[in-house]
């Protein structure tokens, strides 16, 4: 039982264009939403995280919408660029530094 | 060097062969995780454990076992490694309440031939 759902597994936008990926939970105990981005070859490492108290949060070019009501949550890349080709993963846990439940992933590939 | 380093980084073994993947780090952090990464499948927590004394099961814990030796070390083996178990293994650490997430290692990528 995947209790992150994550969509979709791939995607491909062109430079300068929004990339938007998007994560539904299960468990409403679940207080912290981060994103992690990987490059190949390395760990995942946090790029921006969330709590449900508020609805969005702006970290650059990346921004997280959440949804509390509908348990669904999502991380936009504006004005994506070539470098931020890589997978992201959506996670959710029970406060910050607690065991982290990952969605599945999504590729980004962007195009100059 | 690294905050979390794991060894080995690339390991190829038989089916039926016991294996051990460390994981050691100098963050300082009491807890730590062990994952796999499949395609599709995301990170899939295997074993995790909140202090040297404290061990817990993952969602995926049958067929691997774990040992935290001391804070900075914890090492995951598969008993009798097998096919389905290729896959990239990841150790991360953190703490509790620390909004900076998770700091992973650079992964182990284990093939079972």
């Known amino acids: 039982q995947q209790q992150v759902k994550q969509s979709p597994q791939s995607l491909i936008v062109q430079k300068g264009g929004i990339s938007i990926i998007n994560c539904a939970y299960e468990n409403t105990a679940f207080d912290y939403f981060p994103w992690y981005q990987q490059f190949p070859g390395k760990g995942p490492a946090l790029l921006i995280a969330i709590r449900p108290d508020v609805s969005e949060k702006k970290e650059g070019r990346f921004t997280i919408s959440f949804n509390k009501s509908a348990k669904q949550f999502s991380l936009h890349i504006m004005d994506s660029q070539p470098g931020d080709s890589a997978t992201y993963f959506c996670a959710a846990s029970m406060t910050a530094g607690n065991k982290l439940t990952f969605g599945g992933g999504t590729r980004v590939l962007v195009k100059p | 060097d690294a905050d979390v380093t794991q060894t080995p980084r690339n390991r190829i073994t038989k089916t039926g062969k016991r294996i051990m993947l460390e994981c050691s780090q100098t963050?300082?952090?009491?807890?730590m995780y062990w994952y796999r990464q499949d395609p599709g499948l995301g990170l899939r927590l295997i074993y995790y454990s909140f202090d040297v004394k404290d061990i817990n099961k993952g969602e995926i814990s049958d067929g691997y076992s774990v040992s935290r030796q001391a804070q900075a070390k914890f090492s995951l083996s598969l008993e009798s490694a097998i096919p389905n178990q290729t896959a990239l293994y990841f150790c991360?650490?953190?703490?509790?309440?620390?909004?900076?997430?998770?700091?992973f290692g650079s992964g182990t990528r284990l093939t079972v031939v």
């Open positions: 991360a650490t953190s703490e509790l309440d620390r909004s900076y997430g998770y700091t």
């Open positions: 963050k300082g952090h009491d807890r």
